[in-house]
């Protein structure tokens, strides 16, 4: 199978790009504007695939940028593509309530047209990046599928937005399905160091914990100690990106069944969570480090809980985390980090 892979120069999607080289023998495209996505990263997954050459099957690199519908299409053209797993996406919660219109552009407006290109030529399957901002402030916790949707951002609203245009296409056209997963709190990096996260000026929690212990940065905040947790910090469902990756593995091999639902929707978390300042307990264990945290006020638009249930996924999908360690997720973001 030839796969396309949107934003595969990415954090998440050369996750999943390695996992693909490692584990599967399909032939794998990425098509990546660079824009938060990095060549050093392309560098590195061509020697993975160097490594692990198996067959015919290849491995190609298209600078592009799916705003151009034209050379969006000539690609689709010139390739047969079986596949499309779409990353590419802007990411940044407070830019898309400053800037929405990106958002709306990048996300929704992209992801409508790249699905127009399945349409047209005939690729029959994808999977969609989708994230737990759809649920706002969530009604239920731990957070199903069905739980009522509610972005509270206009980044949620441009994803859930998106899930609406497939959810239309795959009921009106029968060669086209679709699997749609909501991640959860996403952190961590390749256990063998090669790749990580090297989105700039990151706002997450643990990639900021981990430059705050390396002294990148002189301090950090925690924003909230009030909301009704544990210990008055917000609580998240961290997930390692490893394990986020291996259930798009998953997700394709559902896509193969007769019995699947298309589209079908799965939340990837662990299905429990950690308090802000466990998080930075965590961090300062394992870097050894006493690093300067400041207590701030509450950010807006957070939620003070967000835990998935994953019952469906594990049950439908069949996936199995392997790394659901606090530990070893701070360990690895720690890791990646000294070489960033
Ligand atoms: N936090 C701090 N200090 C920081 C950064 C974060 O205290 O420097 C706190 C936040 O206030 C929040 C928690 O850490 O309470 C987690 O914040 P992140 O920015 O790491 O992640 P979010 O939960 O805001 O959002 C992420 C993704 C969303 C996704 C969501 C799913 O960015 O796209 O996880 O739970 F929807």
Redesign the pocket.
């Known amino acids: 199978m030839h796969i396309l892979v949107t934003g595969g120069a990415g954090y998440i999607g050369s996750h999943v790009v390695k996992q693909l080289i490692e584990d599967t023998n399909n032939s794998i495209t990425i098509l990546d504007n660079l824009s938060t996505g990095h060549e050093a990263t392309i560098d590195t997954l061509k020697e993975i695939f160097a490594e692990n050459k198996r067959g015919k099957r290849s491995f190609n690199f298209i600078h592009a940028n799916l705003a151009d519908f034209v050379n969006v299409d000539e690609i689709f053209a010139q390739n047969k593509f079986d596949a499309l797993i779409h990353f590419a996406a802007s990411?940044v919660?407070p830019e898309s309530v400053e800037n929405p219109l990106k958002y709306y552009m990048n996300n929704t407006v992209n992801t409508t047209n790249i699905i127009n290109m399945c349409v047209k030529h005939s690729i029959a399957k994808m999977i969609f990046s989708s994230?737990?901002?759809v649920y706002g402030d969530a009604k239920e916790i731990p957070v199903k599928e069905t739980t009522p949707k509610d972005p509270i951002n206009p980044?949620g609203w441009s994803k859930l937005m998106s899930e609406q245009v497939i959810t239309d296409a795959c009921t009106a056209h029968d060669n086209f399905d679709a699997v749609i997963l909501r991640?959860?709190?996403v952190a961590g990096a390749d256990s063998l160091n090669r790749i990580g996260q090297s989105f700039p000026n990151a706002?997450?929690?643990?990639k900021?914990a981990a430059q705050t212990a390396l002294g990148t940065r002189e301090k950090?905040?925690?924003?909230?100690e009030d909301y009704e947790t544990k210990d008055g910090t917000?609580e998240?469902?961290y997930i390692h990106v490893d394990d986020l990756a291996s259930a798009h593995l998953k997700a394709l091999d559902y896509l193969d069944k007769d019995d699947k639902k298309s589209p079908d929707i799965f939340n990837v978390g662990y299905g429990h969570g950690f308090s802000?300042a466990e998080v930075i307990k965590t961090m300062k264990e394992i870097s050894g480090v006493d690093f300067k945290v400041d207590k701030e006020p509450r950010?807006v638009g957070?939620p003070a809980i967000?835990i998935s249930d994953n019952s469906k996924t594990k049950k439908v999908l069949g996936w199995t985390p392997k790394f659901d360690d606090i530990k070893l997720i701070c360990q690895t973001a720690l890791a990646w980090e000294k070489t960033v």
């Not at 706002?203 to 643990?206: A, K, Y």
């Open positions: 990411i919660v994230t737990a901002a980044y991640y959860f709190n706002t997450h929690l643990i900021v950090m905040a925690l924003f909230g917000c998240r469902d802000v950010r957070d967000l």
